[in-house]
């Protein structure tokens, strides 16, 4: 059995490194999409992932299933399309290495992902199906996305969740929050950070705002705090555990690490309602060594650190 599939969308992140003697800014061609992110994080950590996914008839669709099955991710349920680009996504940095996003996305290859090019018995063969809230932006990736999650939940798998939330995507704030809200009845763990808890809920308090969220089914929701670590609430039981300091080089990729590092601990766990206090917080102080040494780097996937790496 598989431990974690990732659906949704893989891209190139064009990520700012830099600038000319003129002035003129240099970017990176970087392997990037949040679920695909995610599946690499956990396997460069040790477990078996998967990823379900659509990229373009191009070079950068070869390249990027090339760093999949690279970092060890079961490529199966990526299709590829003849008629549509692989998506881009410009990311631009500030001088404290924190990002804004553009998208060359409609249409591309990861918006046209249908339900027929999911492979049916990885929904039945994985213990974690995980999405984010990127490929519930437009059809056919929406109802792809959660008639794979309804469908892998009846079979018996986790749903882990993060809603990611990206502006420029969504026609509006309000149906954005509607949208990324619709899901979490079918969700067992849930991922925000501190930016869309406020958006998702009208609360700034982690403590106040898990509660809500709570409230629509999730069984342990993680809120991200960036450095100072991240909240846990996981039925009665509440928490913080701190981050660690490093030198910002990058921030792309610290939430799929993150939450990559986190399943890829969960998994070997029998039941969530049944994880002790400090079995959750071991695995949430393994994933905030694992999201800080990614901040350390640039790039998403390039940063990601290694199991060895982390021992």
Avoid: C
């Amino acid at each position: 059995m598989t431990d974690i599939t990732a659906i949704g969308e893989i891209l190139i992140d064009l990520t700012q490194s830099g600038r000319t003697e003129q002035g003129i800014p240099r970017f990176d061609a970087n392997p990037g999409g949040a679920p695909a992110n995610l599946a690499v994080a956990a396997s460069r950590l040790g477990a078996k992932t998967a990823f379900i996914g659509r990229v373009g008839q191009d070079s950068y669709g070869d390249f990027l299933r090339a760093t999949l099955e690279q970092n060890g991710v079961d490529v199966t349920g990526l299709s590829v399309d003849p008629r549509q680009h692989t998506t881009l996504a410009i990311v631009s940095l500030d001088e404290k290495g924190e990002r804004s996003f553009s998208f060359y996305r409609d249409p591309s290859a990861d918006v046209n992902l249908r339900f027929e090019d999911v492979p049916q018995a990885q929904l039945g063969d994985t213990r974690v199906l995980h999405f984010g809230s990127v490929s519930l932006t437009a059809e056919p990736s929406r109802s792809a996305t959660l008639r794979a999650a309804r469908t892998a939940k009846e079979r018996g798998a986790w749903i882990s969740y993060d809603p990611n939330y990206r502006a420029s995507l969504w026609p509006d704030k309000q149906t954005a929050i509607r949208q990324m809200l619709e899901p979490l009845p079918l969700v067992d763990i849930l991922k925000v950070s501190d930016e869309e808890l406020p958006l998702l809920t009208g609360l700034t308090d982690p403590e106040r705002g898990s509660a809500r969220l709570a409230e629509k089914g999730p069984k342990l929701i993680l809120v991200t705090l960036g450095a100072e670590g991240a909240f846990y609430r996981l039925g009665g039981k509440t928490g913080h555990v701190p981050g660690y300091k490093v030198t910002v080089g990058d921030t792309n990729g610290a939430g799929d690490t993150f939450f990559g590092a986190l399943l890829s601990q969960l998994v070997t766990k029998e039941s969530l309602e049944e994880l002790t206090r400090e079995e959750l917080e071991a695995a949430i102080a393994f994933a905030n060594k694992a999201a800080a040494i990614t901040t350390s780097r640039h790039g998403a996937i390039p940063a990601m650190p290694t199991l060895a790496e982390l021992k």
